[in-house]
């Protein structure tokens, strides 16, 4: 493995760690829930040690009733809220030029 994949995991490790087949991490990265962080140079898949956890919520979902579309939706929306959160306010220094000018 490369220095620069020596934080990731590789396929092997994310279906020992989150106990799961291929074919389970195969549909969740096709339907867009879980993302391939690259590949070594030997071509083997790559992945962030969060997925571990992103699958083991994905499972919990599932076993609560809620369909694969129904997750990625939850995920779009907790990635939107986790961006609102990380923006600027309006009337900080990066937003005020776009508010009326101060009386005087």
Do not use: W
């Not at 140079?41 to 579309?69: A, C, K, N």
């Amino acid at each position: 493995m490369s220095k620069s994949s020596e934080n990731y995991l590789r396929a092997g490790d994310v279906l020992k760690q989150a106990g799961i087949s291929h074919q389970v991490l195969y549909r969740y990265v096709t339907q867009g829930l879980i993302e391939e962080a690259g590949q070594t140079e030997g071509g083997q898949r790559l992945y962030h040690p969060r997925v571990v956890h992103l699958i083991e919520r994905i499972q919990g979902l599932s076993s609560s009733g809620y369909s694969l579309r129904d997750i990625k939706d939850i995920f779009f929306k907790e990635k939107r809220v986790r961006r609102a959160c990380d923006s600027d306010p309006p009337g900080t220094e990066k937003n005020r030029n776009s508010q009326e000018p101060e009386a005087q």
